[in-house]
């Protein structure tokens, strides 16, 4: 059974940092693509990185591109989100989610960490 | 960036059928997803190529695209349909996901 776990949100000031973590398991990781998506308080699904299988390459939306670091660790089968000067636009819960293979769609989600940027 | 619009709110009564459009720009020409999102879970694919099916997936949900706009079509409506529905495609221009702006399914 694919399981996506985050861990690692939290409540953070505007500046701060954050890493979130994806923990992988029931497929091999080292064979898909990954993303996060976010959603904000009452708001809709917002893609926010994406990170192909070997690292080598990664895409950013435009809102986090230098701020926010996606990679992974194929031996830990894990993904990572590094938010560096946090924003409270940035309050949302995250998610981690599979990339289907042969389809650009998005195939399995984590059940999401909240991150509230806050004063 | 592409712009993908969902009508906000869709109300249906039960064993009715319900109609989910998903406007976008010459979507037709690009593979539609659609995803169900119940209150404090995570996204669900229910539709997957405009018109496949996941495994598990019950054959009420079906969807189409064609020109500028996408519909996910629930059939013999119930109560457990009721929540959030996003279309999303993917935007090779900026090799971006792009999502609707959702809608909210009541079951009246």
């Known amino acids: 059974e694919v399981q996506l776990v985050e861990s690692g949100g939290g409540l953070v000031q505007p500046g701060g940092s954050l890493r979130l973590s994806c923990a992988a398991s029931g497929f091999t990781f080292s064979s898909y693509w990954m993303s996060w998506v976010r959603q904000a308080p009452g708001k809709g699904l917002e893609w926010v990185a994406n990170?192909?299988?070997?690292?080598?390459?990664?895409y950013y939306v435009d809102s986090v591109k230098g701020r926010f670091t996606i990679s992974r660790d194929n031996a830990k089968n894990s993904l990572y989100l590094q938010m560096n000067s946090l924003r409270a636009e940035d309050t949302a819960v995250y998610y981690c989610?599979?990339?289907?293979?042969?389809?650009?769609?998005?195939?399995?989600w984590g059940q999401g960490t909240l991150v509230t940027v806050s004063s | 960036s592409y712009v993908l619009t969902q009508p906000p709110s869709v109300s249906v009564a039960p064993g009715q059928t319900a109609r989910i459009t998903c406007g976008g720009n010459n979507i037709g020409s690009k593979s539609v997803h659609w995803y169900q999102q119940k209150p404090g879970q995570a996204p669900v694919l229910v539709v997957y190529?405009?018109?496949d099916r996941p495994s598990g997936i019950p054959e009420r949900f079906s969807g189409s695209n064609s020109g500028n706009t996408a519909t996910l079509t629930i059939s013999r409506v119930e109560a457990g349909d009721e929540a959030d529905y996003y279309c999303q495609v993917w935007d090779s221009s900026s090799d971006h996901y792009v999502f609707g702006t959702g809608t909210k399914v009541t079951v009246l």
């Open positions: 190529d405009d018109s």
């Open positions: 990170i192909k299988q070997d690292g080598s390459e990664k």
């Open positions: 989610a599979r990339e289907a293979t042969t389809v650009t769609t998005l195939d399995y």
